[in-house]
């Protein structure tokens, strides 16, 4: 079992930013594939990002150039720095662990943390 806990939403205005960081157990986060989800009301789950154990990232087109995920393996840590928000960017992020099993790839979701940019 991984265990992940978001922190860092809140409140912003547009053009502000936010850091989300999100905690993972285990003594094997260094091999887990790591990404950022979010969902907004009324519309279904999408991937914002995601950080692979090499440190390779891949971004949703509507957050490039604007987020940037980063993980630091000896905090088990991983983390969504948005800059640039907009209104749009509103809903709850959730951070994935997908993390080898022997059935293949389990994943792994955190509670969520609400990020809302408005005036």
């Known amino acids: 079992q991984v265990q992940l806990v978001e922190s860092g939403g809140g409140l912003v205005q547009p053009g502000g930013s936010l850091r989300l960081s999100c905690a993972a157990s285990?003594?094997?986060?260094?091999?887990?594939?790591m990404g950022w989800y979010r969902q907004a009301p009324g519309k279904q789950r999408e991937l914002v990002a995601t950080?692979?154990?090499?440190?390779?990232?891949k971004y949703a087109d509507s957050v490039k150039g604007r987020f940037t995920i980063s993980r630091d393996n000896a905090k088990n840590t991983v983390y969504l720095q948005m800059n640039s928000l907009k209104p749009e960017d509103t809903a709850v992020y959730y951070c994935?662990?997908?993390?080898?099993?022997?059935?293949?790839?389990?994943?792994?979701w955190g509670q969520g943390t609400q990020v809302t940019v408005s005036s």
């Open positions: 950080i692979s154990s090499e440190g390779s990232t």
């Open positions: 994935n662990a997908e993390v080898p099993g022997p059935g293949g790839p389990e994943h792994y």
């Open positions: 285990g003594s094997i986060f260094s091999i887990y594939e």
